[in-house]
């Protein structure tokens, strides 16, 4: 269970980055993978920003009268891209052996609860979203 808060996504990701600094004694691969996700994640924000900045630039160009509700909405996308690029830097220059103390709570993540995890932020992706649509054609 994710508590409300901050970004539930984000505490996902925290809690599947201490499931696998957890276990890096266990599989060895577990660190490659820990630090694959920090910067596909990483990635991700920066293109999802990209994107909606460049939807805002199109809607404006042929709008021209909602201006200021634009400014908004970009400042808006610019801060919640910008905390989530400072939470995957914190963990960035965290050394994993120190990664254990920020845990999100005092419950652990098991293997389930990590694959379940995984399969949840895989569906976010936008590939995983239009599987449907490559699928018919």
């Not at 599989?27 to 993978?33: E, G, Q, R, T, Y």
């Not at 404006?60 to 400014?71: C, M």
């Not at 910008?82 to 965290?94: D, N, P």
């Amino acid at each position: 269970q994710v508590s409300g808060g901050d970004d539930e996504i984000q505490q996902l990701q925290k809690a599947l980055l201490d499931y696998l600094d957890e276990n890096t004694e266990i599989d060895a691969s577990l660190v490659f993978s820990r630090k694959f996700y920090v910067a596909q994640w990483f990635r991700d924000t920066t293109m999802e920003t990209e994107k909606a900045i460049k939807s805002q630039k199109d809607e404006d160009a042929s709008e021209g009268t909602h201006h200021a509700k634009d400014v908004e909405t970009t400042g808006q996308i610019m801060h919640r891209a910008e905390s989530r690029k400072k939470f995957l830097r914190s963990i960035i220059k965290t050394a994993p052996s120190q990664f254990s103390t920020l845990k999100m709570n005092s419950d652990t993540v098991d293997y389930e609860d990590a694959c379940l995890i995984v399969r949840y932020l895989a569906s976010m992706r936008p590939f995983a979203q239009s599987f449907d649509i490559y699928l018919t054609q």
